[in-house]
Nanobody
Framework: QVQLVESGGGLVQTGGSLRLTCVAS?????MGWFRQAPGKEREFVAA????????NYADSVKGRFTLSRDNAKRTVVLQMNSLKPEDSAAYYC??????????????????WGQGTQVTVSS
């Protein structure tokens, strides 16, 4: 069983930045971030391979978000810059022990955090 604890969400103005952190109870393979706004389906945001060597981003966040990991600390960090109101959502960290590479399908992840809310005001 893997436990994931997210932190770093909050309220920020358009153009601002937030840094989301996810700490895992054990080292995992692929990790990712997803988000879900009210009334919408959960959508892929970013993913990173087991060694941090490969990342993948949704088109909507490319150039603004950066995902990194520190396996010594069992931590992944999503740095979010130039935030927009449409980035507002609950953000969820996810982990898989099955896949070492980047996965964009939420069904490929076995463990999820409790979510952290990001709200961007216009």
């Amino acid at each position: 069983q893997v436990q994931l604890v997210e932190s770093g969400g909050g309220l920020v103005q358009t153009g601002g930045s937030l840094r989301l952190t996810c700490v895992a109870s054990v080292n995992t393979h692929g990790m990712g971030w997803f988000r879900q706004a009210p009334g919408k389906e959960r959508e892929f945001v970013a993913a990173i391979s087991w060694n941090g060597g490969t990342t993948n981003y949704a088109d909507s966040v490319k150039g603004r978000f950066t995902l990194s990991r520190d396996n010594a600390k069992r931590t992944v960090v999503l740095q979010m810059n130039s935030l927009k109101p449409e980035d507002s959502a609950a953000y969820y960290c996810a982990a898989t022990q099955q896949w070492a590479g980047v996965r964009i399908n939420p069904a490929d992840y076995s463990w999820w955090g409790q979510g952290t809310q990001v709200t961007v005001s216009s």
